[in-house]
């Protein structure tokens, strides 16, 4: 820990091996797997959509890219 304002504000580095909140700590293999089928069948369904008689519009498609992007980040 260390103090950035002496008595007001103090910055302590922790680690988080697991999702958000903890959830998952210790069980890499599981949540990567669980990471990269929810990409898998995101870029499925965006696949199928693309495909569909509806395509997504342009706000869909940035949205779905910055959700994906995210995803892949998150396995690096």
């Not at 909140?21 to 696949?47: D, K, N």
């Not at 569909?52 to 779905?64: K, M, N, W």
Request: overall charge positive; hydrophobic content about 50%.
């Amino acid at each position: 820990s260390k103090d950035f304002i002496a008595g007001f504000i103090r910055f302590t580095l922790t680690h988080n091996t697991g999702a958000a909140f903890g959830i998952g700590r210790g069980q890499s293999f599981y949540m990567t797997a669980f990471a990269v089928l929810i990409i898998c069948g995101l870029l499925f369904w965006i696949y199928k959509r693309e495909k569909s008689d509806s395509p997504p519009t342009a706000i869909e498609r940035a949205g779905l890219a910055l959700i994906v992007g995210s995803a892949l980040a998150n396995l690096y």
